[in-house]
């Protein structure tokens, strides 16, 4: 069964630093790869996706997330954070035919002014 | 996007007992996903909820203790029964959103078993 790995479970930063949160996933067949986010008291929202084409896809606010496939990695990058990105961020997948996703256990982000 | 409405938003409850959650959208839809998220856990799909067919669980979650109902294609309940503290988590009901593997969730029912 797929299983998604993320191995930053609490990151503090200063506004302005930049970020990288981590994700690898265990199956090595077709995949669609998401992140999602969720902000202090809101529900969870799509950050960005990743179909198919260009590796480095972009999403809302400054995030994007490069999909490398020999190393079943889609790491979230931003260059620099605002304290307004304090969330917690979760890497998903989605194996082709099916339509729910698998998690991972999410990153907490806290950025400090 | 969809409106997804929980109820409750969160609840304490005696070990031994069972809570239905509620999941109303405001849209039909053919699928419903129930997903829970333990403290400090990712979020773990429950079972996959169409209407006119019997839910599909996952490996680990079986319809005695997760029963879930599908009356119509704007709402479905999800029952915890005879609950334990380990059954203490957020319960989340989503959509899928239409590409595959978007989905759009509720805010969660929080449940805490004592």
């Known amino acids: 069964a797929q299983s998604v790995s993320q191995h930053n479970h609490h990151v503090i930063l200063s506004e302005a630093a930049s970020l990288e949160l981590g994700c690898n996933y265990s199956?090595?067949?077709?995949?669609?790869l998401f992140w999602y986010v969720q902000y202090p008291g809101q529900h969870l929202q799509l950050l960005l996706k990743?179909?198919?084409?260009?590796?480095l896809v972009k999403g809302i606010k400054g995030f994007e997330a490069e999909f490398i496939k020999s190393k079943f990695s889609f790491n979230l990058r931003k260059p620099s954070v605002q304290w307004s990105d304090t969330a917690e961020y979760f890497c998903?997948?989605?194996?082709?035919?099916?339509?729910?996703?698998?998690f991972g256990s999410g990153t907490r982000l806290q950025v400090q002014p | 996007s969809a409106v997804i409405s929980q109820k409750p938003s969160r609840d304490i409850c005696q070990r031994g007992t069972s809570l239905t959650i509620q999941c109303q959208v405001d849209?039909?839809?053919?699928?419903m996903f129930w997903y829970r998220q333990q403290p400090g856990q990712s979020l773990t799909l429950i079972a996959t909820?169409?209407?006119?067919?019997?839910?599909?669980?996952e490996s680990g979650f079986v319809i005695d203790k997760f029963p879930i109902s599908r009356p119509n294609l704007t709402f479905s309940t999800l029952t915890v029964s005879n609950m334990s503290p380990e059954d203490s988590s957020i319960y989340l009901c989503?959509?899928?959103?239409?590409?595959?593997?978007?989905?759009?969730f509720g805010e969660g029912s929080r449940l805490t078993v004592l």
């Open positions: 998903a997948v989605r194996d082709t035919g099916r339509r729910a996703l698998t």
């Open positions: 199956y090595g067949g077709t995949v669609n």
């Open positions: 849209s039909q839809v053919t699928m």
């Open positions: 990743y179909f198919s084409g260009d590796p």
């Open positions: 989503s959509i899928p959103a239409g590409p595959p593997g978007e989905l759009f």
């Open positions: 909820a169409n209407q006119g067919s019997e839910a599909t669980y």
